[in-house]
């Protein structure tokens, strides 16, 4: 039997500390050497998924990270997947499949049942590369939680793994949470504990001093990289809003509904690399105002988020943004709620049903058998605003539990928004549900604008991805922004011309991305003292 890779992990102080992006820079800067490397981590907590070319899920940092060392991304890259619900259930997915009978045992009696899956997988990542690189995830001195541990320490500790802590400087107290997380962990533990990582620093490293030698004298670990804060396109592990925005303002402001239950944000990435874009979290009706294009991205629970938006009165402000020709973009859960209703009969989210937007008249039924695959679709024929792209090829992924059609019946009525809640801009259209409202007391397009699919699967036209009314357009396909020509569409419609727009494609702009980043990166790591601790030579 051949020996096992090497391990080199990557953990952090907190959350967000930049265990992600390190992961994956790491990850170009080793195989830029000839090192066969691959990432793992054990267990993700996101609604940030990739979909494999088997057809199941996994984290999307670890599929950034396979793409980073250059191989394609594989399910034992991230055995076990928790896909947040509400804030105490989660859907469990078990290499790459969801396994709901997990999701019903309480938190700490399953590691004896994940466990074996994140040995197995790891083992047969050692056997197959050069180097393992893990990323662990939050904090390892997490203490109260180490007994249940199945991605911290006891996958150092099982695989014999060098482990760095990185810790983000900009947040300020860099050196006391180092500090802090070195002495709450177990002696040997800290026995595993190699080098010390201050991210995201801004000014002259010599100002540091002498606090990293201080730090050593303290613990005995040596300082092993001052990483620079840096601005990039490459997608957070959480898919959030970003907390680093542009410096150029964008001259078309386009809203993105923030949800509580938000997935796959990265959807919205290939935009903010848009010259002419300036992308808007939108939490707040008021951050409706002045849009000139809305997205409703994907929802890990389209009716809980479906019922915000509602409460929140943004609902009412999107439809009438739309009476006003504002494009809206919805995908995934998004698309679902630009419907007539959505229906859950077997609680696979929450249970029950909800009346939608009414801006595309299609109903969304959820089914226990979710979609996911990588899906290559065509435009189609018809009367829809991409009509002359018809037969275009698009690549995304599909996640989704819903199955959407045309619906023919009118929706029970929109209650009238709070007036507190009106966008108090002139001009601005009535409410559906107000008198003089387009369309109807309802809320609704039927009868104003025809509506069609403009999205299927390539070789299946029965199977429709995606609907659109006027300049609504809704669709199921992850990724639909990544290719070139429908993002060009897209802005069209929100008025930026086509010619301003970067027809490379999205994974070459990732792939020169990782390079930039992995060289800034590499530039502030002690590299040779790194590879030295996993016995590749410099």
């Known amino acids: 039997m051949s020996a096992l890779a090497p391990v080199l992990m990557i953990q952090g102080t907190t959350s967000g500390a930049g265990k992600s992006l390190l992961t994956a820079a790491l990850c170009r800067i080793l195989v830029r050497r000839g090192i066969r490397v691959a990432p793992f981590k054990a267990q993700n907590m996101s609604n940030n998924a990739a979909v494999t070319v088997e057809g199941g899920e996994m984290g999307r940092a670890q599929a950034l990270q396979a793409a980073a060392a250059r191989i394609p991304p594989e399910l034992r890259m991230n055995p076990v997947l928790l896909k947040p619900l509400a804030d105490t259930r989660s859907d469990v997915v078990i290499l790459g499949r969801s396994a709901p009978e997990l999701g019903r045992i309480p938190w700490r009696e399953r590691r004896p049942l994940l466990w074996p899956h994140v040995t197995s997988a790891l083992a047969s990542l050692r056997r197959d590369f050069d180097l393992v690189m893990v990323e662990g995830a939050g904090s390892p001195a997490e203490i109260n939680l180490r007994e249940s541990d199945i991605v911290n ?131 707040h009706v008021r951050q409706l105002f002045g849009l000139d294009g809305v997205i409703l991205p994907g929802s890990r629970n389209t009716l809980a988020d ?63 058998e979710k979609e996911t695959v990588l899906s290559r679709a065509m435009v189609t024929d018809g009367d829809h605003a991409l009509a002359p792209l018809a037969g275009t090829g698009v690549e995304g992924y599909e996640i989704h539990h819903g199955r959407t059609r045309l619906c023919s019946e009118e929706p029970a009525p929109l209650l009238p928004p709070d007036p507190g809640h009106r966008l108090p801009q002139e001009g601005t259209p009535p409410h559906p549900g107000q008198a003089g409202a387009p369309g109807g007391p309802e809320g609704t397009t039927s009868g104003r604008e025809p509506c069609g699919p403009w999205l299927a699967r390539a070789g299946q036209p029965e199977a429709v991805l995606g609907h659109s009314v006027g300049s609504a357009w809704g669709c199921y396909l992850h990724g639909i922004l990544e290719n070139p020509t429908i993002r060009r569409a897209w802005l069209a419609e929100v008025g930026v011309s086509a010619d301003s727009s970067d027809a490379e494609p999205w994974t070459s702009r990732l792939d020169r991305e990782l390079d930039r980043v992995a060289d800034q990166v590499e530039e502030g790591l002690d590299l040779p003292r790194i590879l030295e601790l996993v016995g590749l030579t410099p």
């Open 306 to 368: 479906l019922a915000w938006i509602q409460e929140a009165g943004i609902g009412a402000g999107i439809i009438a943004l739309h009476r006003a020709s504002v494009p809206i973009l919805g995908i995934c859960g998004g698309y679902q709620m630009m419907g007539f209703r959505v229906r859950d009969p077997l609680g696979v989210e929450v249970g029950g049903e909800g009346v939608g937007l009414g801006i595309l008249p299609v109903e969304t039924t959820l089914a226990r």
């Open 153 to 283: 320490m006891a996958v150092a500790r099982h695989s014999g793994a060098a482990v760095l802590l990185v810790t983000d400087i900009d947040r300020g107290g860099a050196f006391a949470t180092l500090y802090g997380t070195w002495a709450l962990l177990e002696a040997e533990d800290r026995a595993l504990l190699k080098g010390f990582i201050l991210n995201r620093f801004r000014g002259d490293p010599a100002l540091l001093d002498p606090a990293p030698r201080l730090l050593e004298g303290k613990t005995g670990v040596p300082t092993l990289g001052i990483v620079p804060w840096m601005r990039h396109l490459l997608p957070e592990e959480d898919g959030g809003p970003r907390l680093q925005r542009d410096e150029r303002a964008g001259t078309k402001r386009i809203g993105v509904v923030r949800f509580p239950h938000l997935s796959n944000a990265d959807d919205i990435d290939p935009l903010r690399a848009e010259g002419s874009v300036e992308i808007t979290w939108v939490s």
